[in-house]
């Protein structure tokens, strides 16, 4: 298991994808569902750079456990209240220029994450993610 706590900025996301990419080789994930594994974080990672806290800034924490073929993780900030499952779904049928902006990035989690969930408890979101290596 490792847990990591780092500033909210985007100068931190290198290092918790590093050592989530390390954890996942151990668990033998292949170069794709590490590269998988990598864009779930950058997603949720950059969200809270960019949306959880204000001028001030703020920590985000990152526990990876790793099994054979699975990885877990849970993610920590104390920004604002953000419930990732409640977003929509972006229109992905309309024409470039009609569509709203954001939304693909959640959508990516969705997709690529076998488990997903939010709750928000003693004011910190806590996302938990589990990703499986698939064949």
């Known amino acids: 298991m490792l847990s990591i706590e780092l500033p909210a900025v985007i100068e931190s996301l290198r290092v918790f994808q590093e050592a989530a990419s390390h954890e996942a080789e151990a668990a033998g994930f292949s170069p794709k569902g590490i590269l998988n594994l990598q864009l779930v974080l950058e997603e949720i990672l950059t969200n809270i750079f960019h949306h959880a806290y ?16 699975e990885i877990r993780i849970r993610i920590e900030d104390r920004g604002k209240p953000f419930n990732l499952l409640e977003a929509e779904e972006p229109d992905t049928t ?18 690529l994450a076998r ?3 939010y709750k928000r408890e ?14």
């Open 54 to 69: 204000g001028e001030g800034g703020g920590p985000v924490f990152v526990e990876l456990k790793a099994t054979s073929g």
């Open 94 to 111: 309309s024409p470039m220029e009609d569509r709203m902006v954001g939304g693909l990035g959640i959508m990516l989690i969705r997709r």
């Open 115 to 117: 488990h997903l969930s």
């Open 122 to 135: 003693a004011g910190k979101n806590i996302v938990e993610i589990l990703m499986e290596e698939r064949a």
